[in-house]
């Protein structure tokens, strides 16, 4: 009976070897227990042990093997689509876990992938969790993913690191301002997805509409592989529309899969959803456009195939349904997973071989290369620091030197161990393709690894802006522990930032929104006993330049000796920051005829940074200017580095002046739901905080509202919010871009920036 209820949730292909192992545990008390113990081990070791000696220019055929039967994955989404919910039921059903906990469950247990206390109170994912499970003969990594935007770096890293991903989206909310984040995220990693609509029990759903919202909001083309059968609370099963099956969950916690007829009512609904596959899948694909062409019916292992070769070019997402919490649909996702997602081998990665100019170079995905990875994620545990690494290619073993790129060290792999969210296992080693961790090791997020017998570098992660400050303070100025604190979340987060500010000598925290840092100082409170004042939030304004404007500055300075000389000349002028988003500003060398010798260009180029560094208006960085410098003069012997870059500093910040400064604030995209009762107030409120409507939509009784607002006048929305619509609203924020702001603001915030510098004073 056991044996056949792991049968039911494993999937033949993890049958076989969960009954060895019970066959031989009924050998004897003592010796049955160990060597079920063994045997286990060994079983679950299997995927990550090597098995035979490679040949140097072939790969070995049971790593071919491993790798076909190997997936590495995300779940990514808006927050509160159910992506832990999701997450949760893949590991019931794999066997990894043997209870279902929910993220808000009445045990105050908490989800498997929610291992933080403070995750568990707030009902939220803060970090990425990583874990691995087994689905018939193919093994996955998994990593579950936050959806709030504050958090978004962990699906930046994430996403980085993985070959496919599961898009979940909720039945009745849909596409929504994270969401798009995330598909952009996607499509910067060029990561194929399988977009799995949630919540099919919810009042409101429909999963027509979000397909819509999919292929308009998210340009991608998508169709339906599931029809579902009922929905909100009569919600059964669905349709697949390849097989012409109804599939129903049922027995325990859904674990038992039964395939029945079509329901009559919904044959139509079928064949007519079967046939908007076909005809989208023929705008994408060459041999299915020439079946629809020649009006031939494809066979469904035409329109299995048609599929994966869509997905992973990423022309097309596949669309399934069901509802994680009432234990409906998972299996189906989890054999999408398998057949429609690439293996490792399926997806191209490239690394820059640094002996030879950073030409680029195909990474090949098999263990008997040389060894490549990347660390993705640090995490500071009980054992010291934990560092998630991607094996691309080649083989990890424990007690071998592996090669950090960026310092040039060779570090000892010490310890190995694979992750199932916050306990591990010790493994002996790790193939290509694979996700791990090390103990021990010095690095950052992005650094790369190798063996030592090639000098390349895999490209690292884009790491957004911070947009959002807060002055901090402990309350024990003695504490050890602050600065420590502060130093650990510094490696773990490449979008927190600390610094100490040059006038008030205040510590200064960054990040990407007020529940960011709210999170850190609670975890400093936590974790490291350190009770802070926080300041008022500050937001990370910018200055920039709206016209050309010329310079022509001399430092001259004598004190007894050799003085002081530098000439520039030139001119500033505006460039777009959001075209220039990587670096946002340029410097360009136009001299000739050697009047400002090369020797202290450098130093010029350096005096323009400096300059960029703090604005003479508020005190914020620069943005989106280009300084040409066209001419100069120099002095045989007075002329220095530092006399040309101190003439360049002082050049630009003349030019700024005179170039109509403005200043820039980071504006938002906020999406709001409300019930439709309370929509003019809610339109209202954000009116009165200088928010500009840029979409509203109703659904059922709610009614979605899209609006950019300014950052700095969202402070204490949340509360605001609550009180209009008698807690039933709720809103999400992400940033959109920087953009002027109004005359009078700038004037103030100048005064007030003027009155703060003569204060201190």
């Known amino acids: 009976m056991a044996a056949r209820l792991l049968f039911s949730r494993l999937g033949a292909g993890a049958y076989t070897a969960k009954t060895t192992v019970s066959m031989f545990s009924s050998v004897g008390a003592t010796a049955g227990t160990s060597t079920q113990t063994s045997l286990t081990a060994a079983l679950l070791n299997k995927r990550w042990s090597s098995t035979a000696q490679h040949v140097a220019d072939e790969p070995d055929a049971n790593d071919i093997r491993r790798l076909d039967k190997l997936r590495n994955i995300g779940i990514s989404a808006h927050i509160d689509s159910g992506k832990t919910t999701v997450t949760e039921r893949i590991l019931y059903y794999t066997g990894r876990i043997n209870e279902i906990h929910e993220v808000r469950g009445k045990d105050n247990v908490g989800a498997t992938m929610d291992w933080m206390d ?96 999919i292929r308009g909001k998210l ?181 071998q030197f592996a090669y950090h790129v960026k310092s040039g060290k060779r570090v000892k792999i010490s310890r190995l161990v694979r992750m199932h969210s916050n306990s591990m296992e010790d493994v002996d080693s790790i193939g290509a393709g694979e996700i791990c961790a090390l103990f021990g090791i010095d690095c950052a997020s992005g650094d790369t690894f190798t063996d030592g017998t090639i000098n390349s570098s895999m490209s690292t992660m884009f790491v957004p802006d911070p947009v959002i400050s807060l002055s901090l303070t402990p309350k024990d100025k003695n504490s050890s522990n602050f600065s420590k604190a502060l130093n650990r979340f510094q490696r773990e987060d490449p979008t927190f930032r600390v610094h100490v500010d040059s006038e008030s000598k205040q510590t200064i925290i960054s990040g990407m929104g007020e529940l960011h840092l709210d999170i850190y100082v609670e975890r400093m409170r936590r974790e490291y006993n350190v009770d802070c004042v926080t300041g008022k939030p500050q937001v990370a304004f910018r200055e920039t330049s709206t016209r050309r404007a010329e310079f022509n500055y001399t430092h001259k300075k004598q004190s007894g000796g050799a003085g002081q000389f530098g000439r520039v000349a030139g001119y500033i002028e505006p460039i777009d920051p959001e075209e220039h988003a990587e670096q946002p500003f340029e410097f360009v060398n136009n001299v000739v005829g050697g009047n400002i010798p090369t020797q202290y260009m450098a130093a010029c180029e350096k005096g323009y940074m400096d300059g960029l560094s703090e604005g003479f208006m508020v005190g914020h960085p620069i943005v989106g200017v280009r300084m040409v410098l066209k001419d100069g003069a120099a002095h045989s012997v007075d002329s220095s580095e530092l006399a040309f870059r101190t003439a360049t500093y002082h050049a630009f910040r003349e030019a700024m002046k005179a170039s109509a400064p403005r200043i820039l604030e980071p504006v938002m995209t906020v999406e709001i739901s409300v019930p439709v009762e309370f929509q003019g107030n809610v339109l209202g409120s954000l009116n009165k905080r200088k928010g500009i409507i840029m979409d509203t939509e109703t659904q059922e009784d709610y009614c979605v509202i899209v609006a950019e607002v300014p950052l700095n006048n969202m402070f204490g929305y949340s509360t605001e919010l609550r009180s209009a619509t008698q807690g039933k609203g709720e809103f999400s924020m992400e940033y959109k871009r920087h953009s002027p702001v109004l005359q009078n603001v700038q004037e103030d915030l100048i005064k007030e920036y003027q009155k703060k510098q003569s204060g201190e004073k």
């Open 118 to 213: 403070l995750e568990r109170e707030k009902g939220i994912t803060i970090q990425s969790a990583a874990t691995y499970a087994q689905w018939g003969e193919t093994n996955l990594n998994i990593i579950d993913t936050p959806g709030h935007v504050d958090f978004t770096i962990e699906v930046e890293r994430a996403l980085r690191v993985l070959d496919g991903a599961v898009l979940v989206l909720c039945s009745v909310s849909g596409v929504q301002s994270q969401t798009i984040t995330v598909d952009r995220q996607m499509r910067r990693y060029n990561v194929p997805r399988i977009s799995f609509i949630n919540k099919m029990d919810r009042a409101g759903a429909n999963p027509k509409r979000i397909i819509e919202q």
């Open 219 to 399: 340009k991608m083309p998508a169709a339906a592989l599931q029809v579902p059968i009922g929905a909100e609370d009569e919600f059964q099963g669905v349709i697949d529309v390849v097989t012409r099956k109804a599939v129903y969950n049922r027995g325990v916690r859904g674990g038992d899969v039964v395939f029945e007829d079509i329901p009559e009512h919904l044959v139509e609904a079928a064949n007519n959803a079967r046939n908007e596959l076909f005809a989208t899948l023929a705008d994408v694909d060459d041999e299915m456009g020439e079946l629809f062409i020649e009006e031939t019916q494809p066979t469904d292992d035409q329109l299995y195939a048609a599929i994966r070769r869509a997905t992973i070019a990423r022309k097309f997402t596949p669309v399934l349904m069901g509802s994680a919490i009432k234990d409906k649909g998972i299996q189906s996702l989890l054999d999408a997973v398998v057949r429609y997602l690439p293996k490792s081998t399926e997806v191209k990665n490239t690394m820059l071989d640094i002996d030879n100019n950073e030409a680029v170079v195909d990474i090949v995905p098999y263990s008997h290369k040389p060894f490549v990875g990347l660390a993705f994620k640090l995490e500071e545990g009980k054992y010291g620091q934990l560092t998630y690494i991607r094996v691309y290619q080649g083989r990890l073993e424990k007690g």
